[in-house]
């Protein structure tokens, strides 16, 4: 059984930073494409950051040079570490992993940037 279980959501300033987790079980994340997406309210889910398994990295135009995926393989891990976050990142994250014909997605977290 596949799950993929999300973290580190808050409410934080505007310019401050967070590190969102995707802890996954029953699947390696190696072997799997892995995407941070997001969905405010009102707007549709976007996809804004993923890592392949060769490990190359793709970002939406918003978030370049302010979010970094990465991922520990060991820890069957994939992180989104964000910077410099603005009040229009605030969303609920959703991580997904994609593997074959199969699409596997988490519960969620919410990031909120606000004063």
């Known amino acids: 059984q596949v799950q993929l279980v999300e973290s580190g959501g808050d409410l934080v300033q505007p310019g401050g930073s967070l590190r969102l987790s995707c802890a996954a079980s029953g699947i390696a994340v190696s072997i799997c494409d892995v995407g941070w997406y997001r969905q405010a309210p009102g707007k549709q889910r976007e996809l804004v950051a993923s890592?392949?398994?060769?490990?190359?990295?793709a970002y939406t135009d918003s978030v370049k040079g302010r979010f970094t995926i990465s991922r520990d393989i060991f820890k069957n891990t994939v992180y989104l570490k964000m910077n410099n976050l603005k009040p229009e990142d605030t969303a609920v994250y959703y991580c997904?992993?994609?593997?074959?014909?199969?699409?596997?997605w988490g519960q969620g977290t919410q990031v909120t940037v606000s004063l």
């Open positions: 890592i392949g398994t060769s490990g190359r990295t």
């Open positions: 997904n992993a994609h593997w074959g014909i199969n699409d596997y």
